[in-house]
């Protein structure tokens, strides 16, 4: 029998306990082993739940019981999860997480430690949620030169540009909903303003190119200025509106990688063009097996959970193996945001029409009758820093979203 422990018995720590109980027979079965959990900590009590029986509130308790072989670490954070998974690992455990702020701030140093103890530090669930994508990474596309990934990856941003398309409600209407529904946090800001994206493709990209991509040199835009106004276009567009992560590889010397969370308008051809409400696609292209997909719950209690216990049945399968990940402390240089090519749908003031062509070149008009006092069109490809040069010299400028493909 192995003992493990769970740091924090909040959402995804409870849903790790419950998984563990509920598939016991079965996980027994795939690990090869008995998988018991001795010791929950929490700083709270929980009367009447039977995990108040091992509930501990001093790490130290877990960190020198030889018994213990394998750490959950879902209390979300940086601090105290940093110091207490970094001594897990130095102390000769396994360590499996659901934690993306600590994977994408420290993964390369906590991988490593990992591999200098011969255990393993685990992480599946901290990006997608039920959704594998970690291992698949590491294991089965590693013939594939990837040249790039895009995902929708936060759930909470695509329920609410969900709700915005079908129903025509305005930002503040659906972030109120999803507040109600528990998908928003009372301050929603590491979902509506990106951040939360940033650091999953921060950790997708490091995993795909092997060197580590700081998710603070991302170009980051959530989808605060996205209003009603846009889904009339993007409907007679036949378009959808996402917030997508995305790194990607240019072709040609030297060598040049690209990433940026923001919104995209996408047409129905699209391989995420379907992907709606709560749930998360992830995109991957390689030079050998082209377009694939992963999609799925991208988070949630019990497939979040699913993922952990996945990670721990393979520390358990692994408990003197290090099992490698190619993810270097080498920095991967990103190229400058404004050297990027773009299309931008753009709307301006109807008195800004007359402008348009002599600031943007040929572009396409978009009309919609319901809003007669907007001009608006779509740019042929031009760079970042072009656009914004032609933009800064319109008074008139409404809205812009750029185009994906």
């Not at 209690?301 to 699913?306: G, R």
């Not at 996945?310 to 993810?327: C, E, G, Q, R, S």
């Not at 760079?383 to 914004?388: I, K, M, P, R, S």
Request: with cysteine; proline share 4%; net charge negative.
């Amino acid at each position: 029998m192995i003992q493990i422990a769970v740091l924090g018995y909040g959402t995804i720590g409870s849903g790790v306990v419950e998984v563990l109980k509920t598939n016991y027979d079965s996980i027994a079965k795939r690990s090869g082993q008995e998988i018991q959990v001795k010791y929950v900590l929490d700083l709270r009590e929980f009367p009447g739940d039977p995990i108040q029986k091992i509930l501990v509130h001093d790490f130290t308790t877990i960190l020198h019981d030889p018994d213990v072989e394998v750490i959950v670490e879902t209390m979300g954070g940086t601090n105290p999860a940093y110091t207490f998974v970094k001594q897990a690992l130095e102390a000769g455990k396994s360590v499996c997480t659901s934690n993306k702020e600590l994977v994408a701030k420290y993964g390369p140093e906590l991988l490593e430690i990992a591999r200098l103890h011969n255990r393993n530090f685990l992480f599946e669930a901290s990006v997608g949620g039920g959704i594998p994508i970690i291992r698949p990474l590491n294991q089965c596309l590693t013939a594939d030169e990837i040249y790039e990934i895009t995902g929708i990856l936060n759930g909470t941003t695509n329920y609410m540009l969900t709700k915005m398309a079908k129903e025509g409600a305005s930002f503040d209407a659906v972030l109120k909903e999803a507040q109600a529904l528990g998908y928003a946090e009372r301050n929603p800001s590491a979902d509506v303003d990106g951040f939360d994206a940033c650091r999953k493709i921060a950790i997708l990209a490091s995993l795909a190119f092997g060197e580590n991509v700081n998710y603070e040199d991302i170009y980051t835009e959530g989808i605060t200025k996205i209003t009603d106004r846009d889904f009339l276009y993007a409907k007679a567009m036949g378009t959808a509106i996402k917030l997508f992560g995305t790194c990607r590889k240019t072709e040609g010397e030297p060598e040049q990688f690209f990433a940026s969370v923001c919104p995209v308008m996408i047409g129905n051809d699209h391989p995420l063009f379907g992907v709606e409400g709560v749930l998360n696609g992830i995109l991957v292209r390689g030079n050998v097996i082209g377009d694939v997909m992963f999609y799925g719950s991208g988070a949630g209690k019990l497939p979040t959970a699913s993922a952990v216990v996945a990670d721990v049945v393979d520390a358990v399968k692994h408990l003197n193996t290090n099992i490698m990940t190619f993810w270097s402390s080498k920095p991967l240089s990103l190229a400058d945001i404004e050297k990027v090519q773009n299309q931008f749908f753009v709307r301006v003031k109807k008195y800004e029409a007359d402008h348009v062509q002599s600031l943007f070149g040929n572009v396409a008009k978009i009309t919609v009758p319901e809003l007669p006092e907007e001009f608006a069109f779509v740019t042929e490809p031009m760079t970042e820093e072009a656009f914004a040069n032609a933009a800064g010299q319109l008074d008139g400028l409404l809205g812009r979203i750029r185009i994906g493909h």
